[in-house]
């Protein structure tokens, strides 16, 4: 069975700052995603990063990056120049691949709250 | 598109209670999931879809029934409500099609979620 942790259960950074979100999984499996969810205060669940295991460069979108380590099993999210927006609970998930694709199937570690601070 | 869409969002139970969390997606999707959200465990898999007429059980799947007889449709339903069903909870829906490099392929689509609070 695969486990996802995240063992920091609040942060905080001041506005302009960088910070780095932990999480660690474990697994047997070769072929999955990992993702980063942000859940605001409005409670909805939003899509931030997303990384395909086989790839070797680490994903990016914006303020954000993940440090992707497979053989350690690592994936920390990187929040360049935080925001007061970027204030939320993020989540790191993992999905394996079955066969020709997407199970669906996903597998969320406990959680870290960010705060951002002006 | 109004993608995931969850009634209602707030609700109090009694004990013995029963309820159905109504789930909808206009995305065409054919997997749909029930997650329940609590403090200090993230979000676990209830119940999950993979077509109509198709379910299967995740992770916490006990005191909860699902049914899927449309695309489009998946309530949750609790037959008798206990206080260990406290919790937030959020129906999902992806797609199962796609190939890794389209845009949205593996995205899951969240509903606002529903709480719940069973006195």
């Known amino acids: 069975a695969q486990t996802v942790t995240q063992s920091q259960p609040e942060m905080s950074v001041q506005e302009a700052e960088t910070v780095t979100l932990s999480c660690t999984y474990d697994t047997s499996e070769n072929n999955y995603y990992l993702f980063w969810y942000k859940q605001p205060p409005s409670r909805q669940m939003i899509l931030v990063i997303r990384q395909e295991a086989y790839k070797q460069q680490n994903a990016t979108e914006n303020r954000f990056s993940v440090n992707f380590q497979k053989a350690a099993k690592s994936f920390s999210l990187k929040i360049s120049d935080s925001q007061l927006g970027d204030t939320a609970m993020y989540f790191c998930a993992f999905m394996k691949l079955a066969g020709s694709g997407n199970t669906g199937k996903l597998i969320f570690g406990q959680g870290t709250t960010l705060q951002v601070k002006p | 598109n109004a993608g995931v869409t969850q009634t209602p969002k707030f609700q109090v139970l009694k004990t013995g209670q029963s309820m159905t969390l109504q789930c909808a997606q206009d995305?065409?999707?054919?997997?749909m999931s029930w997650y329940r959200q609590d403090p200090g465990m993230g979000l676990r898999l209830i119940h999950y879809?993979?077509?109509?007429?198709?379910?299967d059980q995740g992770e916490v799947p006990n005191g909860y029934n699902v049914s899927r007889s449309t695309t489009e449709d998946f309530p949750l339903r609790l037959l008798s409500a206990a206080p260990s069903q406290t919790s937030v909870y959020f129906c999902?829906?992806?797609?199962?099609?796609?190939?890794?490099?389209?845009?949205?392929?593996?995205?899951?689509?969240f509903g606002p979620g529903t709480r719940l609070t069973v006195l």
């Open positions: 999902a829906s992806t797609t199962l099609r796609g190939t890794s490099g389209q845009s949205r392929y593996n995205e899951q689509f």
């Open positions: 879809s993979v077509g109509a007429g198709i379910t």
């Open positions: 995305m065409n999707h054919e997997y």
